[in-house]
């Protein structure tokens, strides 16, 4: 494996509907960058492996199914355990850049709470009123 450097804040802006980037892979970690534009909410899910987002830009709140929510910030860590369920939420007022890092190869798929395979987070065009997409990116 080659030695790589990458600068989040450099990174272009993901496609609408697309807010996971793969950045490095193997059979057992992956890691990624998360971009998602204010108002956007993925769906509660869950993974089979502990993982970490790092908020770089903007604010994320993490909602829990008890009804608890957490908020990060720039230079502020979430750590969540393999089988918990959350859902990101991106509440901040700019395009919100996290880092994740999962202790599982890419491409597994995430559950809900009864075990059902959770697909593509349609968010962005099933709720185009409440995300704040800037003019030129739509």
Known sequence: MAVEFIDLLEEPELALGHSKKVLFGSDHFHTWVHGDYPGTKGPMHKHTADQFFYC?????????PDGTSKAIDPGQLMVIPKEHLYQLDNTGDVYMILLGARAEPAGK??????????????????????????AGKA
């Open 109 to 134: 798929p995430r559950h809900d709470g009864k075990g059902k395979e959770v697909g593509d987070n349609t968010f962005v065009f099933d709720h185009p009123d409440q995300v704040k997409i800037p």
């Open 56 to 64: 770089v830009q903007g604010q994320c709140t993490f909602h829990f």
